[in-house]
């Protein structure tokens, strides 16, 4: 195979040396060899998808994760990011079903691994996508000097997908209120939220004081949706809450439950900062 035409099918037309080799009805073992004889270099993967777009339940999935638990780094070699999906072995089918949406993106199938923690183990599984400049749109979105922030470009991407993976990452009912832990967040932050959730929704918010920063002191909320909002907020994530997510929204659908919900106080006896 001569040079020009092994470029030409592997730099432009973008196939793959698997896909060469059956085009030229020769093993892959000969497209790697030929390789190796022009000096070539593979393309990294980013390179061979840097056209590709994502698809509306791509970006949804992706805002509402990053909101929650999702965590994006930079590659140093490509200077393009990556996006991790990493939740306990209980949520593997949850795992799952960001694998499928994000599966053309997938840089590994799903993989497990243990971490310990305070002398306990932890079994857990992920994956993570592909470095592409994609990613890093988001990474400059969500990321100030390496601190996940939320602005008011982020609130405005509200929507019930969004909203529905946010809460499956890092929602939870008493059964009488739904409330996002958000401790991370600062206030501000957090006032941006609700008041999308509010604007968009018409969902009654609070935040609930749940402690303190260590080194700084900073006040720590969650986002609590009150009981009068609590059937417009299952009729919003329902339809997108996977099988075995259900648990998240079932006392609430059963009615079972009538538990008051609690906020930690502070030391002047605050617990609940209404929405501005």
Excluded at 16 to 40: C, D, H, P, S
Excluded at 77 to 104: C, E, F, G, P, R
Excluded at 145 to 162: D, F, R, S
Aim: glycine letters at 4%; aromatic letters at 12%; charged letters at 25%.
């Amino acid at each position: 195979m001569k040079k020009e035409t092994l470029e030409k099918e592997y730099y432009k037309n973008k196939l793959t040396q698997e896909e060469i080799a059956r085009k030229y009805g020769i093993t892959r073992f000969t497209v790697m060899a030929y390789f190796k004889k022009y000096n070539l270099s593979p393309l990294k993967p980013y390179e061979r998808n840097e056209s590709q777009e994502l698809n509306e339940d791509q970006h949804n999935l992706i805002i509402g994760t990053m909101l929650g638990d999702g965590c994006l780094q930079m590659a140093r070699a490509s200077k393009s990011a990556w996006l991790t999906i990493k939740h306990s072995m209980a949520q593997k089918d949850y795992v799952a079903w960001k694998y499928d949406i994000l599966k053309n993106f997938a840089g590994c199938e799903i993989k497990y691994s243990s971490e310990s923690y305070k002398n306990k183990v932890y079994e857990k599984c992920y994956f993570r996508t592909i470095c592409h400049p994609i990613f890093t749109e988001y990474m400059e979105m969500f990321y100030d000097h390496g601190i996940k922030v939320v602005t008011n470009e982020i609130a405005e991407m509200l929507n019930p997908m969004v909203i529905s993976a946010w809460y499956m990452d890092d929602g939870y009912t008493d059964g009488t209120h739904m409330a996002f832990c958000t401790n991370s967040y600062t206030e501000p932050e957090l006032h941006r939220l609700q008041k999308v959730l509010s604007d968009k929704f018409g969902l009654v918010t609070s935040l609930w004081l749940t402690g303190y920063t260590k080194g700084n002191n900073q006040k720590q909320y969650k986002i609590a949706v009150l009981k009068r909002s609590v059937a417009i907020m299952v009729d919003i994530v329902r339809p997108y809450i996977i099988p075995s997510m259900m648990y998240k929204i079932e006392p609430l659908l059963s009615g079972a439950s009538e538990t008051k919900c609690e906020a930690p106080l502070s030391e002047a006896g605050e617990d609940i900062v209404q929405t501005q």
